[in-house]
T-cell receptor, first 115, second 116 residues
């Protein structure tokens, strides 16, 4: 069965500092991995995805994530956090062997960036 | 519009009543998903439609929940005899699914359901 774990319910960082939001996954095959962001009272917005190739993927708003197969992780990072990055972040996985295309989401991590 | 459209944005109902939530996906997207987002629970998969294939209903929590997708476009999620635990935000998403599973989902802004 597919699953995603986001071990931190909340991450607090100061503006200008680097940020990391952690994600680990479990799939029986090779994964497709995604990060989404949700601002208050809004739907989810796509940030970035790993499909194949370079393990470091870059996405919207200066975010990047690194796929680590041995650690089954896909942590989200940004070199310098902004107050406007404060939001709820979701990691998601899809087993590339499946034909359904369903995405399984983690429970989300609330990122709070203080000035 | 260019995005996924959901209606109503907010719905307050009384316990025991039926509700219908509507989703209008992005034009040309063949895959459509319903998720439920409860406070502190993340996103819970409900149902998935892909073209003319039989839908994946494996996430529906009870037989009070059902969904249809007419003409491969608009979808309606119906909750019968609503209970207080059905209170949540119901999110719809669509994906351009032709050929591969690599595409991302595009989400609507959700329908917030409150059952009194």
């Amino acid at each position: 069965a597919q699953s995603v774990a986001q071990p931190e319910d909340q991450v607090n960082v100061a503006e200008g500092n680097p940020l990391t939001v952690k994600c680990t996954y479990s799939v029986s095959g090779n994964p497709y991995l995604f990060w989404y962001v949700q601002y208050p009272n809004r739907g989810l917005q796509f940030l970035l995805k790993y499909i194949t190739g370079d393990n470091l993927v870059k996405g919207s708003y200066g975010f990047e994530a690194e796929f680590n197969k041995s650690q089954t992780s896909f942590h989200l990072k940004k070199p310098s956090a902004l107050v406007s990055d404060s939001a709820l972040y979701f990691c998601a996985v899809r087993d590339r062997r499946g034909s359904q295309g369903n995405l399984i989401f983690g429970k989300g991590t609330k990122l709070s960036v203080k000035p | 519009g260019a995005g996924v459209s959901q209606s109503p944005s907010n719905k307050v109902t009384e316990k025991g009543k039926d509700v219908e939530l509507r989703c209008d996906p992005i034009s040309g997207h063949t895959a459509l998903y319903w998720y439920r987002q409860s406070l502190g629970q993340g996103l819970e998969f409900l149902i998935y439609f892909q073209g003319n294939s039989a839908p994946d209903k494996s996430g529906l929590p009870s037989d009070r929940f059902s969904a249809e997708r007419t003409g491969g476009s608009v979808s309606t999620l119906t909750i019968q005899r609503t209970q207080q635990e059905d209170s949540a935000v119901y999110l719809c998403a669509s994906r351009e699914a032709a050929g591969s599973n690599t595409g991302e989902l595009f989400f609507g802004e959700g329908s917030r359901l409150t059952v009194l």
